[in-house]
């Protein structure tokens, strides 16, 4: 228990210590959301809003795991997936930012390689989980 309160502890630090350098830098990179005018007035408030931000909470949950984590199978698993959805992520915001395509990975494509991501892990955790 002690370990998984100094991982979120450490965790927060670490995205707290980044937050204040990567997002101006994000900013400067012009990698900032575009809002549509048809949508919800207070939305705008939110053009210009860096994406990319999980790399901050990728970094901070790689560090964290690395001074407190215990590389258990069940972590590895974890771990993982969690780069995959990562990469998903960044596929779709390089996409939407670098390429200007207004839906970069619909949400059936999304919903496909989650599946791919799901299945992987079944085909490959199954088989060791008995």
């Known amino acids: 228990m002690l370990s998984l309160l100094g991982m979120l502890a450490t965790s927060f630090i670490i995205c707290v210590a980044i937050g204040p350098f990567l997002i101006p830098f994000l900013h400067r990179l012009k990698f900032g959301q575009s809002i549509r005018e048809c949508g919800p007035a207070n939305h705008l408030k939110k053009s210009g809003t860096p994406t990319m931000g999980g790399i901050m909470m990728l970094v901070a949950i790689a560090l964290s795991l690395a001074i407190w984590g215990d590389m258990t199978p069940t972590v590895i698993i974890a771990v993982v997936l969690t780069l995959g959805h990562a990469v998903i992520g960044f596929v779709d915001d390089y996409m939407f930012i670098m390429l200007r395509c207004m839906a970069a990975i ?22 060791f989980s008995f």
């Open 106 to 127: 619909r949400v059936c494509g999304c919903q496909v390689l989650t599946s791919v991501l799901i299945w992987a892990w079944v085909i490959m955790y199954w088989p």
